[in-house]
């Protein structure tokens, strides 16, 4: 099976940087993703890493080190509508596997 | 635009009452799709892996017989929660992945979750 951890909440200041952390333990691993989910709505996608290093994505930005089982997102100059839950996923197989989600993280953007 | 549609987006009904939802795949055949439900402040827990022209595959702990689902057509899946009951509310989210698209990524598309309110 598949396990993910993730903080449960973080709360940063509007503009300020924040940085989400996510370890993952697999049996296979076919990429770790990143989705936003606000009050009442469906996840979004954000961001996918199937190769050590950074992706960069406007504002957004998400790191995987395989070696380590480990990844985080990277959000920058936040707004106040980056207020939401955030989850990292990983899928174990490739083909037509479903993402598995962490427990997510309830970030809290404060003026 | 949404690529993974959604029906109904709302539900509130009587306890006892079966409750179907829809989930098409708009610009895309999927032989696949997934059913998550997530309860308030928690997770997108997988109850199902949808299989077009085939059973279902279900996840641990989800009862087959309560979560009846069928995947008809390559673009149709539907999830029936029969004689529905108060601790079956939830937010239901269907899921599709797109094979044509993404590389090695291929991208897993959301619907935007129907929720179900049994009184």
């Known amino acids: 099976g598949q396990s993910l951890e993730q903080p449960s909440e973080v709360t940063a200041v509007e503009g300020a940087i924040v940085q989400i952390n996510c370890t993952y333990q697999?049996?296979?691993?076919?990429?770790l993703s990143w989705y936003q989910q606000h009050d009442g709505g469906a996840p979004t996608f954000l961001s996918y890493?199937?190769?050590?290093g950074l992706e960069e994505t406007g504002r957004f930005s998400s790191f995987l080190s395989r070696s380590d089982s480990y990844g985080y997102l990277l959000l920058q100059e936040l707004q106040m509508k980056d207020s939401a839950s955030y989850f990292c996923?990983?899928?174990?197989?490739?083909?037509?596997?479903?993402?598995?989600f962490g427990k997510g993280t309830r970030l809290s953007v404060i003026a | 635009g949404a690529v993974v549609s959604q029906h109904p987006s709302w539900v509130i009904c009587k306890s006892g009452t079966s409750v179907k939802i829809e989930c098409r795949s708009l610009?895309?055949?999927?032989?696949?799709m997934f059913w998550y439900r997530q309860f308030p402040k928690q997770s997108l827990m997988l109850m199902a892996t949808?299989?077009?022209?085939?059973?279902?595959?279900?996840e641990q702990g989800v009862e087959k017989d309560k979560f009846l689902i069928n995947h008809a057509s390559l673009t149709l899946s539907t999830l029936t929660v029969t004689s529905a009951h108060p601790e079956d509310s939830s937010f239901y989210i269907c899921s599709a992945i797109d094979p044509t698209g993404g590389g090695s990524n291929q991208p897993q598309h959301f619907g935007d979750g129907t929720r179900l309110s049994i009184l």
């Open positions: 697999t049996s296979g691993f076919y990429g």
């Open positions: 949808s299989n077009e022209g085939s059973k279902a595959t279900y």
């Open positions: 890493n199937a190769l050590d």
């Open positions: 610009d895309f055949q999927a032989t696949t």
């Open positions: 996923a990983v899928r174990d197989a490739g083909g037509n596997t479903p993402l598995v």
